[in-house]
């Protein structure tokens, strides 16, 4: 019996997209030796998607639906096309044609050599400007330097997962505040990176504003690194011996008790910034404590279509 590969394509607000990428994926995948299902999960969009997607789901049975209450953003998309996918093979891609279908065949081939877990790695970004290349090379130097567990430079949410680990990512990492690019690095088995060029958007807008962006990292680093809650205690030390030295100096040469307005005053700047900037951080980790505490749904699914669960 033929393999089957499960296409994870997050859709949100893309109707001037879809058609393109459902014409470019069908090429591509009508000339593999594997089946193939086109999971679209539509992350609540507002526009036409889902009607376009309605459509093609009812003139090609491999076209399959799930479709959220409301946005739920793309991770957590992600999430339920792992969820609902049954392939033997998963690819999860965006729709905008960022990541090229063609990369596809790569994919298979890797899979058959045995890889269980698929990295795509953009060599180039067209449509990010310098600033958004410049943030994300730093973003993932810094997480990098904070967490055990490695990140693959410039690593996209474009990526590869066989079933057995799709399984692991189905029953154990159910976290609230996720970042899948991060639990599959994070998982283990046979893995590779495969190169590719990411294209410009096809069509539409990007989702994500820098805003976004950010306490998207915020987020990651929370939830891969324990270290800056450790920040408190190197601060305190150096405060500390800080202090000591200020404490000597004024006791051995008993100048600088009228003067020193200055000094007093910028030391009291400096030592409210860190103890406010530690009081941030603590923050970020009881908003997080807080989330998966709540323990609400990732998502809601209010429709399927052409899945075995109809819902
Ligand atoms: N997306 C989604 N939910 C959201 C935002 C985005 O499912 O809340 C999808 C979007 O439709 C696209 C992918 O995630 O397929 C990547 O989004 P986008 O292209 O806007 O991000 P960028 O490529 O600019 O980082
Ligand atoms: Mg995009």
Not at 94 to 108: F, K, R, V, W
Not at 128 to 142: E, V
């Amino acid at each position: 019996m033929k393999r089957l590969l499960s296409i994870v394509v997050s859709v949100y607000n893309e109707e001037a997209v879809l058609e393109q990428f459902y014409r470019e994926a069908g090429q591509v995948l009508s000339g593999i030796s594997w089946d193939y299902e086109l999971l679209f999960v539509n992350d609540g969009s507002q526009d036409d998607s889902l009607p376009i997607l309605t459509r093609l789901a009812a003139q090609d049975a491999r076209v399959k639906i799930v479709s959220f209450s409301r946005n739920f953003g793309h991770e957590a998309a992600m999430i339920a096309g792992v969820d609902y996918s049954r392939g033997d093979g998963i690819v999860c891609m965006d729709a905008d044609l960022q990541h090229p279908p063609a990369c596809i065949p790569e994919i298979l081939e890797r899979f058959e050599e045995g890889y269980q877990v698929i990295n795509m790695v953009r060599t180039k970004n067209e449509s990010a400007g310098w600033f958004k290349n410049l943030a994300s090379a730093a973003f993932y130097s810094l997480i990098n330097a904070l967490s055990d567990v490695h990140f693959e430079n410039n690593a996209s949410d474009f990526l590869a997962v066989s079933r057995q680990v799709a399984d692991v990512l189905k029953d154990s990492y159910r976290e609230r505040v996720r970042f899948l690019r991060g639990f599959v690095q994070n998982v283990g088995f046979r893995r590779t990176t495969i190169e590719y060029e990411a294209r410009a958007r096809a069509a539409g807008q990007s989702k994500y504003s820098i805003r976004r962006l950010f306490q998207f990292s915020v987020n990651t680093i929370v939830c891969f690194s324990n270290l800056p809650l450790k920040l408190g205690i190197y601060a305190g030390l150096l405060s500390g011996l800080l202090g000591m030295i200020v404490l000597v100096y004024t006791l051995f040469t008993r100048r600088g008790a009228p003067r020193g307005y200055a000094t007093i005053v910028v030391l009291i700047c400096f030592m409210f910034a860190i103890l406010f900037l530690l009081v941030g951080i603590i923050g970020e980790y009881i908003s997080i404590l807080f989330t998966e505490l709540k323990d609400r749904p990732i998502y809601i699914v209010e429709e399927t279509k052409n899945l075995e669960r109809e819902s």
